[in-house]
């Protein structure tokens, strides 16, 4: 039995020396790569050369100047617009922005004879030249046609208040104007615009009121909603 223990403890240790002996082989160790990335090449979109319809509410504040009188001094009161607007480009930077708006403008005076208030409704057309100066940012300048539709005069000398309406139906009382303005872009689709515009010709009266010829001048501040 001794003998059958010291023989198995000799090959034991036989085995543990050739183990040693022999270097077992490497394992080879395969590193997986990671899947390669997906790259997807984006596309910049950019508004500004895309054609785009859209409409424009705003207030006016108007007064005139120029009136050819010096007694005639005049204050400003406050009317809307609104109307249609539209953007086409022609270059990067450059687009042409036509417009079709209904806009309220006037004026009032302290007379000798108590307090008058003109106020009168035009036609507007204006014809812009859009620069864009920044992303965001832009900047118009351009003509504008003018066409009165109707006035409304309002003397009022303390006592008595008197309305007169008259309406233009012929068509004839059209004038041009010039418009300087900037825009700025809240988002894709709404615009912030501030404007002023000023009649490049006299507003004439029909030679019998009392009132003199003048020039309109109007501030406008209003949004502008772009529908691509």
């Known amino acids: 039995m001794k003998k059958l223990l010291f023989i198995a403890l000799c090959l034991f240790m ?3 020396v050739s183990a040693q002996y022999y270097p077992q082989p490497r394992r080879r160790v395969v590193r997986r790569m990671p899947p390669p990335q997906r790259y997807e090449r984006r596309q910049v979109y950019n508004d ?4 785009s319809i859209g409409v424009a509410v705003g207030a006016n ?3 005139t100047v120029d009136s050819y009188n010096a007694d005639f001094s005049t204050s400003t009161i406050a009317g809307w617009h609104v109307g249609l607007t539209s953007n086409i480009p022609i270059s990067y930077s450059f687009a042409f922005a036509p417009e079709l708006l209904f806009s309220q403008k006037g004026y009032q005076a302290e ?3 108590g307090n008058f208030k003109q106020r009168t409704n035009y036609i507007d057309i204006p014809l812009l030249a859009k620069f864009k100066v920044v992303p965001g940012f832009n900047f118009l300048i351009g003509p504008q046609l003018t066409f009165q539709t109707s006035t409304k005069n309002i003397y009022d000398d303390g006592f008595n208040r008197v309305v007169e309406n008259e309406y233009d139906n012929r068509g004839d009382k059209s004038y041009v104007a010039g418009v300087i303005g900037i825009s700025v872009d809240l988002n894709r689709n709404v615009e912030l615009r501030g404007r002023y515009n000023i009649d490049l010709s006299r507003n004439r009266t029909d030679g019998v009121s009392l009132l003199p010829d003048y020039r ?3 501030f406008q501040l209003g949004l502008g909603f772009k529908f691509n």
């Open 14 to 16: 036989a085995g543990e």
């Open 48 to 51: 500004y050369m895309r054609p």
């Open 61 to 63: 504040f108007s007064n």
């Open 111 to 113: 007379t000798t004879d």
């Open 216 to 218: 309109n001048q109007v």
